[in-house]
């Protein structure tokens, strides 16, 4: 296959460096994730984490389909989201490791991070919690005529949270400029899709709220990326929000080093995920196939990602953390005049 096989996107001049800068976030993702396991058996991360392995093509796709000025909420599962949006790592990692150079000073963590640089309002271990932060973001935009659209991220286990169809609903009656993105990897820490929803998928509950509602694959980040594009474009139009829902997977546990006593998933399953639609795999393959890139541009990429990695691991090590007093700092907001 040729470079003339490539979907349009990848056709037009800036088509190859959009699909390097896929790869390369869903490879950040991936690798800054893989460093936080080694640190956790090391005894070095003072908590559990929330990976996002095996979702980096629902992220990604999502986050390069917005701005870095548009807004950004993500959940428990916190830093694959402002990764994918563009954030630096060495700072997500000192945050991770409680040191003052962290994004929050090192009083996030892992589940409580923000990181405005990039547009990401934050998130926490509350189940729905930044939907209606994104909402009033999508009403704050409207309001102003910014015409910043907020990306909203949960997962299927908050679909079924009445804040959720709080939100959505009045979405859908002022028309405001949110992104509703559902990652859906099947399971709300043990209990199953199937399960805990009364629908077969989450998006059907769109038109409940006067907006539209579409399934992508989540292992695809062309496809997530067209379907969250589409919804962008809605939005910045002024034609309200959209519910987008990715099908994915994630390939370890619901937080890592968590034991559930009793298995309900079969290892064999995950491997199969694992072996067959791993989204970096898919996606390389798909590069090599249209002539876009060698197997050493893609290598080469990949050495260029870890260095940042391990670069950012050696600065967070290397940071401090914070003095005692800054426990009462950052209180309240700081209000000018």
Request: glycine share 10%; proline share 5%.
């Amino acid at each position: 296959m040729t470079d003339e096989t490539a979907p349009a996107e990848f056709a037009r001049p800036d088509g190859r460096a959009l699909a390097r800068e896929m790869m390369r976030r869903m490879q950040r993702v991936r690798l800054f994730e893989e460093a936080t396991i080694a640190l956790f058996h090391a005894g070095e991360l003072p908590a559990m984490v929330h990976l996002s392995i095996g979702q980096e093509a629902a992220v990604v796709g999502a986050c390069l389909a917005t701005e870095t000025s548009d807004y950004m909420t993500g959940n428990h599962r916190s830093h694959g989201h402002p990764i994918a949006k563009g954030a630096r790592l060495d700072a997500l990692m000192a945050e991770l490791l409680g040191k003052a150079t962290g994004v929050c000073g090192g009083k996030g963590g892992s589940m409580h991070l923000a990181d405005f640089s990039v547009g990401s309002l934050g998130e926490s271990g509350i189940v729905g919690s930044a939907i209606p932060v994104a909402t009033g973001a999508g009403l704050a935009a409207q309001v102003r005529g910014s015409g910043q659209v907020a990306l909203c991220f949960f997962g299927d286990g908050a679909a079924s949270e009445g804040v959720l169809h709080e939100s959505m609903n009045l979405a859908g009656i002022w028309h405001l400029p949110v992104i509703y993105f559902c990652e859906n990897n099947g399971y709300a820490v043990s209990v199953t899709a199937e399960e805990s929803l009364s629908v077969p998928d989450v998006a059907m509950r769109a038109a409940g709220y006067g907006m539209p509602g579409t399934v992508v694959d989540g292992q695809d980040v062309l496809a997530v990326y067209r379907a969250t594009r589409d919804a962008v474009s809605r939005a910045r139009a002024g034609e309200g929000p959209s519910l987008v829902e990715a099908k994915t997977y994630r390939f370890h546990e619901h937080a890592y080093g968590l034991v559930v006593p009793q298995p309900y998933r079969d290892q064999s399953v995950v491997d199969k995920w694992f072996e067959t639609v791993d989204p970096l795999t898919l996606f390389a393959e798909r590069l090599l196939g249209w002539g876009l890139f060698t197997a050493d541009e893609l290598a080469a990429l990949r050495d260029e990602v870890q260095s940042e990695v391990d670069a950012a691991v050696e600065f967070a090590r290397e940071s401090p953390f914070p003095p005692p007093e800054a426990a009462y700092t950052d209180l309240y907001s700081e209000v000018t005049a």
